[in-house]
C-alpha cells in the first residue's frame, strides 16, 4: 500500500487511538440541553422560539442569520425553559435555548427507519444544498464552517476533487474512525450527494495508516461506487488540516490567502458526509453527533452518540466520573482543543471530543531561553518562522509579523509540540496573528 | 474532586525533547571520542577534560548568580557541553591553569556577557580555543603529546609533530588519522569515534544533516581539484577530511543551534562558507588548520543569513 503524504513540516504526536475498537453507543437523553446559538462560523442563528415554546425533535429553533450562518435545530422535546447566555467551549458566553427534556417526540418529517436510502438520481444540486442549509449542517470536524457555503461554488470557479476528511490527526479521537467502519455505506452516499452539489466527478477520502481497518473496509465499499478513491495517508500530525490533506492527495497547495476551492478541491469532514446523507436522504437536521470521551486514567473510554446540548458533565459521569488524578478537561484533541472550566458545557455540533489529561500532563514546563534550535522551523507545516514570529508579537511589531506571514499559521501547535525550552510561542503568535488581521480588515474600510 | 482544573491555551500535548536532552545526546555522541581520547592520551585527556568542565560550570553558576543575579541554570547541561568541546580543542598536555582561563573567557565572554544561553553569536568553546591559541601560541600549539607513549604521563608528556604541522603535511597514515593514534587535540584525533557520534546525532534527530555534509562535501570537492591539480603541492582530499579537527568542527562545533542558521538552506550556505574557508586557510594561509576561525566567521553571518535565507513556505510553489 502507498502512503502518501505533505513535503512541509509535521510532527508525530503519540496517537491514543484508547477507543479505536469501542462500537458507537448513544448516550441516554438528558433532562436539561442548552444550545447554543452560535455554534458555527459565522453569524449566530437567530433564536425563533420563546420561553414556555414546545418543540419536538428536530424543529428548527434558531434561523441562520446571513449567508455565513446555520440554522439549529432541537435535539430533544420538551418545554423551553430558559433563552440566556451560557459558557461554551471557548470561555465565552454566547445566547442559549435551555429546553427541559420530555419525551422523545421526533418532528413527523424526519425518516427513522433503518434501511439505507441509495437512489439520488432524481435530485438536483440546487436540492442538495438547500436541503444541507435546511438541515444546519456545519463541517463537524472542529472548523464548523456553514457546509451549504462551501458547497455554493462561485460561477467562475470550478471543482474536480471532493476530498472526504477521516483523517482524524488528533491523538485520541476515533469518532470518524467508528463512523466509517460503522455508517461506511451512509458516508459513501453522503459522498456522492457531495459530488452531485458541486458538480463533480471524482471524490477521495483521505485515511491515515493507523486506520487499516477503515481503509480496508471503504476500500471494499468504494468498488460499488464509481468515482470514489480511497487515499491512504502518512501518520503524521496535521494530516488532517485541510490544507495539507489537499496537498498529499492532489499534490497542489493552496496559496496564501487563498480558498480550496482556488485549487479545485471541496473538502468535508467524514462525519459532515454522514450528516449530509441523513439531511437529504432520511430528512433529518444536524442535533446529534458523535463523541468521543477518552484519557489515560478514564475508566471505561468511549465513544457516544450525543444530542446537541448535552451538558459534557453527562458524557463524563458515562464513562466512569472523573479520575482522581484529572488535571484538564479537553473539548476536542490535545493539540488544538480548548481547556474548559466546568462540566456544565453543553456538546455542540464541533465537539468532536472530550478528552480528561491527568495532573501529570496537564501543566506548562518551565520556560527556558530559546536555544536556536531550528526544530518549531522544522515543525511548522505552513513553513513559516514560528521562533520569529513568537520574538515580533512579543513586542508588538506588526509591520515584520504582516511581511512574515502570520496570517498563513493554522494554529495546529507543533512549534510549540517540538519546543524544547517550553516557550509559549503559539501564544504570542495567536495574539500577533489577530492583531495584524484586525488591522488589515481595518485598511480596507 | 479535589484538584484544580489547569486552564492553559492548545497546544497541551509536548514532545520529548528537553535542553538538557539535546545538550545529554551530545555529550553522548562525543562519549566514543572522549575513549578513544582517554586510550591515547591518558591522564592528560583526563585531567584537562574535568578541569575545562567543573571550570565552564563554576564560571556560568557564579557568573549567573552574582553578576547577573538571576537562577543558575546549570543542570541544563549546556556549560558541560561547552566544558567537553573546549577540552576537546586542546592538547593533553597543556596547563590546567590555561585550561581555566579558556573557560573563563569560553563561558564569560563568549556565552554569559551576551546574556546567556541562547544570546550569544560566537561558538563559546570556539572563543575560548582562539582566544588561548593566539595569547598561548606555544602552549597551544608547538608540543603535541605523543598518543600511547605520552599515556601516564601529564604535563611532561612526551611530544611529536602533529599532522597538520607543515613537516608532517601528507606524510601521516590515513588509517592512523581514521582510527586514532596521531598526534593532535583531544577530540579531533579519531575521525571513526567522531563519525559514530555524528550518525548517532543524526539519528536521534540532534542535529540534521545539512551542516555536517556541506562542510565535508565543500572541502572534499575544492580539496580534489587542488590535488588533482597539483598532487606534489597539495595533500589529498581524504587526508583533509580526516585532519585537523575537521570533523570535529563539522559534527560538533559548526553545528551548535544557537550560531548557526534556522532554515535547511540557510544551514548548506553556512557550511559551504565554512568549508570555503577552512580550505582557503589551510592552502594559502598560515594556519594549517583554520577551521576555528572559518566556523567563526560564519557564525558572524549567520544572522544575515537568517534574515535573508527563509525556509520554503506551504502555497508558494506549485507542486506536480
Known sequence: ?445 | MSNLLTISPSPHAKGKDTVKSLMGGVLIALAPAFLVSLYFFGIGALITTLVSVISCVLFEWLITKFILKQTPHICDLSAVLTGVLLAFNLPSNISPFIVMFGALIAIGVGKMSFGGLGQNPFNPALVGRVFLLISFPVQMTGAWPKPIEARWQYLDAVTGATPMSYSELGKVNLMDMFLGGVGGSLGEVAALALILGGVYLIVKRIITWHIPVSILLTVLIITSIAYLTDPTKFASPLYHLLGGGLLLGAIFMATDYVTSPMSSTGKLIYGFGIGLLTVIIRLWGSYPEGMSFAILIMNALTPIINKYVKPTRFGVVKTK
Open chain 1, 1 to 445: 500500500m502507498e502512503f502518501k503524504t505533505f513535503s512541509i513540516g509535521g510532527v508525530h504526536p503519540a496517537d491514543k487511538k484508547l477507543t479505536a475498537g469501542v462500537a458507537i453507543k448513544p448516550l441516554a437523553i438528558p433532562a436539561t440541553v442548552t444550545i447554543p446559538c452560535a455554534q458555527h462560523i459565522g453569524a449566530p442563528a437567530e433564536i425563533i422560539v420563546q420561553k414556555g415554546d414546545k418543540v419536538k425533535v428536530g424543529q428548527l429553533i434558531a434561523k441562520a442569520n446571513g449567508f455565513v450562518s446555520a440554522n439549529i435545530h432541537s435535539s430533544v422535546s420538551g418545554t423551553v425553559k430558559m433563552i440566556g447566555p451560557v459558557a461554551d467551549a471557548s470561555g465565552y458566553t454566547k445566547q442559549a435555548v435551555t429546553i427541559q427534556v420530555e419525551g422523545d417526540e421526533w418532528d413527523e418529517s424526519i425518516d427513522r427507519t433503518p434501511d439505507i436510502k441509495r437512489n439520488i438520481d432524481d435530485l438536483k444540486a440546487e436540492d442538495i444544498v438547500n436541503k444541507v442549509h435546511e438541515a444546519g449542517i456545519v463541517g463537524m470536524g472542529g472548523a464548523t464552517f456553514p457546509t451549504k457555503v462551501k458547497l455554493s461554488i462561485p460561477l467562475e470557479k470550478k471543482a474536480d476533487a471532493v476530498i472526504i476528511n477521516a483523517v482524524e490527526c488528533e491523538p485520541y479521537l476515533t469518532a470518524d474512525h467508528r463512523v466509517m467502519l460503522e455508517k461506511g455505506e451512509e458516508l459513501m452516499i453522503g459522498t456522492q450527494l457531495i459530488m452531485k452539489a458541486v458538480r463533480c466527478e471524482n471524490a477521495y477520502i483521505g485515511i491515515e495508516q493507523n486506520k487499516l481497518d477503515a481503509i480496508k473496509y471503504l476500500t471494499e465499499l468504494s468498488s460499488k461506487y464509481p468515482g470514489i478513491k480511497v487515499v491512504p495517508l502518512k501518520l503524521k500530525y496535521p494530516q488532517g488540516s485541510e490544507k495539507h490533506l489537499i496537498a498529499a492527495i492532489t499534490g497542489r497547495e493552496v496559496p496564501s490567502g487563498r480558498l480550496p476551492i482556488d485549487v479545485g478541491a471541496v473538502v468535508d469532514n467524514a462525519g459532515t458526509a454522514v450528516a449530509i446523507y441523513e439531511a437529504v436522504m432520511k430528512n433529518k437536521p444536524l442535533f446529534e453527533r458523535v463523541v468521543t470521551v477518552t484519557g489515560d486514567s478514564v475508566k471505561n473510554p468511549g465513544n457516544f452518540l450525543v444530542r446537541i446540548g448535552t451538558p459534557i458533565k453527562n458524557l463524563v459521569d458515562e464513562v466512569g466520573g472523573l479520575p482522581e488524578d484529572t488535571g484538564k478537561i479537553i473539548s476536542g484533541g490535545p493539540m488544538m482543543g480548548k481547556a474548559i472550566t466546568t462540566l456544565d458545557i453543553p456538546v455542540a455540533k464541533g465537539t468532536s471530543g472530550v478528552l480528561i489529561l491527568p495532573q501529570t500532563l496537564a501543566h506548562r514546563g518551565e520556560v527556558e531561553n530559546c536555544i536556536r534550535c531550528g526544530k518549531c522551523v522544522d515543525a511548522c507545516p505552513m513553513g513559516l518562522e514560528p521562533y520569529l514570529l513568537s520574538a515580533y508579537a512579543s513586542r508588538k511589531n506588526f509591520e515584520e509579523l504582516e511581511n512574515n506571514h502570520v496570517t498563513d499559521c493554522i494554529e495546529c501547535g507543533c512549534c510549540v509540540f517540538s519546543c524544547p525550552s517550553n516557550r509559549p510561542i503559539l501564544d504570542f503568535v495567536r495574539f500577533g496573528k489577530q492583531s495584524v488581521m484586525k488591522i488589515i480588515r481595518s485598511r480596507k474600510k
